[in-house]
């Protein structure tokens, strides 16, 4: 058998090889692609769906020195595999490995980092406004999704883009839309005839000498304008494209790697904002994921064979479906609950929601600023809604989150994701929510140590007569008992769980289950804590706080979000607006730096955040020896 791939250890090596062994390549990178992330886990979809174009872009731009940025960058395993990254390829994803996302410091071909959709129109036209001021001759090329182009800030990109008319390339990779024989016939003969050279020139000489005469001249440029975005417009999206100042080359076929070559070689002499448009089929080569690309978009280690999840069996509910399920409950008992998502449905846990409830169900797009103020304006006008997000795209809409808080709106915030989220690493850890959302006034933050508070929690938030947000982890709940009943919370009150002299651990949602556990096992070596379940970052329960600073001497804080601004500078502030002195305090958190992909059982192991950690922190700061 024909091995192309082990002799790919640069793009130039590509660039060498003739059409049908590139057809063989696209072969063995799929094949590639499909065994690592079915013992990985991984963005399997995505990826499949662009091998044939990461080969085409390959073939004819020269990377590092031309630069690709691939808009949030899930898609870009084949490129990593052709970018002298095969061999460490097999730790994709895995803590100390390969990142699952384009990154500067593990490749020069890695043009700018990213984890975020909507990103990359702006950063390739920064890049090509850069190449511009240091006067270098060199292409950048833009790959962006048709699901990012929901997105504010890719049209922001577009407008600016097409007023500069940099030298740009936009590759807008359509997976979703279908075209069929008849009409796609047109399209490639419609996308041949533009991407021609001598066309392109003779085009734009033709323009260039019409402008220059009045009259008929006039007449004439007025008539093959209209004619050609007429024609465009009526089989196309051209005519938006062009509306932003870009030209605009197809539908393509996204798997036909001589027209895809053919298309970009055409293009790359061009020296003005261009957008080819190619339709792609998500999954490409690996039936599960063709037929189920949704559950393929971003999936844990699966059976190869038959694609099944390789998930245990009997695990408990996912914070997730609880959460999707407790709304669903409410919302039957409440007309008044709406449910936004931005473009997550599934990944939210709201699809149950939308079936039943498909008039108050709304899915925005990745527009999380517009998911935000659409909830002001339903909350304005007396509903109740709920966005559900995930933590670290909620950051997105800060400043449409202070809106809301300004308005003391009742929008509630469901942060799903938050805290370490295990391998799609730093750009997804959901570790600064507890940190920005805590300085709103009028903002309630809660955060449930199990699923059955998360599901108490729900309840408060519908009730409240203002902004709250409810934060809980990624994966699998405790398995604990559910209650029936629904019982709303009294805002800014914890609970003691074990109650203590020498100290207390005050910890907040994931961490209270570790930090009982380290006060058990401490209470065996004669060292007694209390525990407390904050529940609440914003309100702090101050009564409760305080009067265990002043007891005990000794304050430990416990959280899964960012040191900076997190849980325990919140005490801090506390005990310093009271005046208390005398009191030590210890947070444990994650520091100030951009946390590393691995499980999430290895993350909060590797800073101190599980029992384990918490009690060798304790002994430490109490000066206590461990029993032999």
């Not at 384009?102 to 990213?114: I, M, N, T």
């Not at 850890?429 to 449930?448: A, E, I, K, Q």
């Amino acid at each position: 058998m024909t091995d192309i791939l082990s002799s790919v250890n640069s793009p130039d090596d590509l660039k060498a090889l003739a059409p049908a062994e590139l057809v063989t390549l696209a072969g063995e990178l799929r094949e590639t692609i499909i065994t690592v992330c079915a013992a990985n886990g991984g963005h399997l979809a995505p990826s499949l769906g662009v091998v044939e174009l990461t080969i085409a872009l390959h073939k004819v731009f020269s990377t590092p020195r031309d630069k690709i940025v691939w808009d949030v960058g899930h898609q870009a395993y084949a490129h990593k595999l052709l970018t002298g990254r095969r061999d460490s390829f097999p730790t994709l994803r895995k803590l100390g490995g390969m990142s699952g996302f384009p990154k500067r410091s593990e490749s020069p071909h890695d043009a700018f980092d990213v984890g975020h959709s909507s990103t990359s129109i702006s950063s390739a036209l920064g890049i090509a406004a850069a190449r511009d001021l240091k006067h270098e001759n060199t292409k950048v090329v833009a790959v962006i999704g048709d699901g990012s182009m929901t997105g504010g800030l890719a049209y922001e990109g577009l407008n600016h883009a097409g007023h500069l008319n940099k030298d740009l390339i936009v590759i807008l990779n359509d997976n979703e839309m279908s075209i069929a024989e008849n009409v796609g016939a047109l399209s490639n003969f419609l996308s041949r005839t533009m991407t021609n050279e001598f066309v392109h020139r003779i085009k734009k000489d033709v323009l260039s000498f019409l402008e220059g005469l009045d009259g008929v001249g006039q007449s004439v440029l007025h008539v093959a304008r209209k004619a050609e975005e007429s024609l465009k417009g009526l089989f196309t999206p051209g005519m938006l494209f062009q509306a932003f100042g870009f030209e605009y080359i197809g539908p393509i076929d996204g798997h036909n790697l001589d027209r895809l070559v053919h298309t970009l070689e055409s293009v790359k002499r061009f020296d003005n904002a261009v957008l080819i448009h190619v339709l792609t089929k998500k999954g490409k080569g690996y039936r599960p994921a063709e037929e189920n690309p949704s559950l393929f978009h971003g999936i844990g280690p699966f059976d190869r064979e038959t694609g099944k999840a390789r998930s245990s069996k009997g695990a408990p509910s996912s914070y997730t479906a609880i959460f999707g399920e407790t709304m669903r409950l409410i919302a039957a008992e409440d007309e008044k609950v709406v449910a936004i998502t931005a473009a997550m449905p599934e990944g939210t846990g709201l699809s149950g929601f939308a079936r039943e409830f498909p008039e108050r169900f709304f899915d925005v797009g990745i527009s999380e600023q517009h998911a935000v103020t659409f909830a002001a304006g339903l909350a304005a006008e007396g509903f109740r809604p709920v966005f559900a997000v995930y933590s670290t795209f909620l950051q997105r809409a800060y400043d449409e989150i202070c809106d809301v808080c300004l308005q003391n709106l009742p929008v509630t915030f469901a942060v799903d994701r938050a805290g370490v989220v295990g391998s799609d690493g730093p750009t997804h850890h959901g570790l600064f929510d507890l940190s920005y959302l805590r300085t709103f006034p009028n903002m309630v933050v809660m955060v449930p140590k199990d699923e059955n508070e998360l599901r108490h929690m729900l309840a408060t938030a519908l009730q409240h007569d203002g902004p709250i947000a409810l934060r809980y982890p990624r994966g699998s709940g405790f398995g604990v008992p559910l209650d029936q009943t629904l019982t709303p919370m009294a805002v800014g009150m914890g609970e003691i769980l074990r109650d203590g002299a020498q100290g207390a651990i005050l910890a907040v949602g994931t961490m209270v289950s570790p930090s009982l556990e380290a006060a058990e096992r401490l209470a065996g070596e004669g060292i007694n804590l209390s525990v407390i379940n904050a529940r609440f970052v914003k309100p702090l329960d101050r009564e409760l706080i305080l009067s265990l600073a002043r007891r005990t001497g000794v304050i430990f804080t416990v959280e899964e979000n960012a040191l900076e601004g997190g849980f325990g500078t919140a005490v801090l502030e506390l005990l310093e607006e009271e005046g208390v002195t005398g009191t030590t305090v210890r947070r444990l958190g994650f520091p100030d730096r951009y946390i590393e992909q691995g499980e999430q059982t290895e993350l909060r192991a590797l800073y101190s955040l599980d029992a384990d950690g918490i009690v060798n922190v304790v002994r430490k700061v109490l000066a206590v020896t461990p029993s032999p």
